[in-house]
């Protein structure tokens, strides 16, 4: 039961991922308003919740055609890979990220069944079980998800939809 529910509430935050990309404006994907642009952001999203389905560092396997160094948001731990000679070189497009997160979808319960939920998360720098390595990645997921909505809600674009589950979007 608590797999399918945590596969259920990956696939409604990625669901809820999927829309705020779907509404970000051409002119605003990957431009220089922000520190990092919205595609960067999402893509940062996508990398993580590969990276932690894995079971360690050492399993992680790139997303098809990923752009070296864009997951990296600039942040200052040692796992948020801060080698400041990483140049990101191009970026990803609205449909390259849907198909990640299509891919991800695909593959999600097959990868929570996959570790058990009790063990250790398998990264040292979350000293806790796989399950709230599982919440955390959610969280993470809604963090930002969040902060790419504030951003389109601030230019005018409204009519997101909260999912309760990856089946029922609910307008708010």
């Given at each position: ?26 002119e ?75 891919v991800?979808?695909?593959n ?64 708010w």
């Amino acid at each position: 039961m608590i797999v399918d529910i945590l596969a259920s509430q990956y696939k409604a935050s990625l669901g809820m991922l999927r829309q705020a990309i779907e509404k970000v404006p051409a002119e605003q994907w990957n431009n220089d308003e922000y520190n990092n642009p919205n595609w960067q952001i999402a893509y940062h999203v996508l990398w993580g919740v590969k990276f932690y389905l894995g079971a360690n560092t050492e399993s992680y396997v790139p997303l098809e055609n990923s752009i070296e160094g864009a997951e990296s948001l600039g942040g200052t731990q040692d796992w948020e890979n801060t080698d400041e000679g990483v140049m990101v070189e191009g970026f990803h497009t609205k449909d390259e990220l849907i198909s990640f997160i299509t891919v991800l979808e695909q593959n999600l319960l097959s990868e929570i069944e996959g570790l058990a939920l009790n063990e250790n998360s398998g990264f040292e720098w979350y000293p806790y079980s796989r399950l709230e390595l599982h919440i955390n990645n959610i969280r993470h997921i809604q963090h930002h998800t969040a902060q790419i909505t504030e951003r389109l809600k601030a230019k005018g674009i409204i009519g997101f939809s909260w999912w309760a589950d990856e089946n029922i979007p609910q307008v708010w």
